[in-house]
Structure formats: C-alpha cells, structure tokens
C-alpha cells in the first residue's frame, strides 16, 4: 500500500473514531461525575478513581493503534460487534433510567467491546482486551455479596493479625473483629481487611503483570494467583500496623493521619511482595530450565 493511501486510511479511521468518542463522552461524563460525588468519596471505593486513571493511561499508550490503516472486517465479525453494542445500549439505558449504577458502569464493557470490534476487528479487541478487562474493577459490587465475603475475611485477619502480636508478648485478645489491646479496642472496618481491599490489590497484581509482560505461562498463572495471599497477607500487616500505632500513639493517632498512612503502606506492602515473589519465580523458572537443558539428551 501506498504512503498517501496509508494516510488516507488513516485520516479515515481517525474520522471515524472522533465523533464516536464524543457520543461516548456525552454518555459516561453524568454518570463519572455523580459516581465522583457519590460513592467514589467512600473509603471502601477510592480505588476506582485510580483504577479509571489506569484505564484512560492504558489507552494513551495504544494511541498509535487508532492510526493504523483501517482493516478489513468480515461480517461474522461485524454482527458480534453489533450484538455487542446493543446489548451495552439496552444495560446503558436500564441503568440509567433505573439508576442501577452497576448496568450503569457496566455497559462500558459491551459497548466499547462492540465498538472495536466494528472498527478494529480482532486485532484490535487482542490490543485492547487489558484496558476492557480492567473497568470490571471499578464497578461496584452488590452490597448483599460485598457483605457475605467480607465478614469471613475480616474474621481471617483479626486472627491471624491478634496470633502474631500475642506471639511476639503484645497484651492483645479478640472477640471478633475487634481487637483490644492495652486500654484501646480497634475495630477490623470494612476498609481494612475488605472484599473492596482485595479487588483494588488485585488489580494491582494483574496491572504489574501487564506492565511486565512476560511470556513466561508459568510465570503470569502462578503469580496471578499468589495475588490472593498476597492481598491477604498485606491486609494483616495493615492492621497491625494500626494495631501497633495505636497502642503506642493513642487512639487519635490510629484514627487519624497514621490511618491513612497505613492505607499507602497497604499497598506498598502489597506491591513490594509481588516485585519480590516475582523475583523468586524468575529464579524457580531459571534455575528448572538450567536443569532441564542440562539433562536434555543431546
């Protein structure tokens, strides 16, 4: 193909997507801003911010796709796209009209989906799949669902959190979620040793193994589901550390900015673990190679 035709084509393509972004702006823009001014201030959903500046950072990177030459499409796929988009419509509009804010969120993933498919076909849904993938993180979960996983893990935590500090000579007992330690009870929140906590560590998990990017199957399944101890093991560190502040600083020092603290540390914690389980799985993976090629026959 010619230069001029390849600009051609892509001049199109850009055309195309244009107005198509502004519709779905003027759709989603209400929707983000009453969710900014809503659920989004709560401590259990201040990751979703994030997690749509991750999304937006994720499609800037792949801006260049949007300028490539506009491909051919066959119409199998083209009637999946269409199917796509409708079915995101029809969640969009009950959402919406319903304020279901879980459809209402949701239908970006059908919608967009549909969209690529019709402009882009396959190659573009296998440049995109991430970004699509990761709005699952920003949407809501059901109270009803929310409140069913979160007790028991909450329960997990204050154990494990109150065996190690009374292992290591802390007055500290439990009833529940509640830890008394010293003159102070401290109460395992939600936001603490949640199911928002582990979704929002989760995601963090699955964006370091998009940014890594190996091709190493063993490497991407066996840490993809050490992120679930992981997650666990960074919300007993968290609680312990409030636990500890606590009982040194005074209440108002565990409630207050140390609290806060305690929240990035989470995610430190958490992010530090992965780099370094990580690491050990590149050391396992190399050193079974190593062996295996040894031992190979010649």
Known sequence: ?????????????????????????????????????????????????????????????????????????????????????????LFYVVGRSQNILVFDLGSQIPILLGLILLMRGWPGLKAFWFPLFF???????????????????????SYVAEAVLYGVGFPIARSGVILQIGPYQLLVADACAGLHTLISLEA?????????RTDSIFRNITLAILIVPISFTANVIRVMTLTLITFYFGDAAGQGFMHGFAGMLLFVVALSLI????????????????KTSTYSPA
């Not at 780099?275 to 190593?290: G, H, S, V």
Request: proline share 6%; aromatic share 14%; glycine share 4%.
């Open 1 to 89: 193909m010619k230069v001029t035709e390849v600009l051609q084509s892509s001049r199109q393509g850009l055309i195309l997507f244009l107005p198509l972004l502004i519709g779905f702006l003027a759709m989603y823009v209400p929707t983000y801003w009453e969710t900014a001014n809503t659920i989004w201030v709560m401590e259990d959903q201040a990751h979703a911010p994030i997690i749509v500046l991750v999304i937006f950072y994720l499609i800037w990177v792949r801006k260049d796709f949007f300028l490539q030459p506009v491909p051919t499409i066959s119409q199998f796929t083209k009637t999946l796209g269409t199917l796509s988009f409708l079915i995101g419509l």
């Open 135 to 157: 709005i699952l993180f920003m949407i809501p979960i059901p109270g009803a669902i929310v409140d069913s996983i979160t007790m028991p893990m909450k329960i997990a935590v």
């Open 204 to 212: 963090l998990g699955l964006l370091y193994l998009n940014i890594v």
């Open 275 to 290: 780099i370094w389980m990580d690491t050990c799985l590149q050391f396992i993976e190399r050193k079974y190679l190593r």
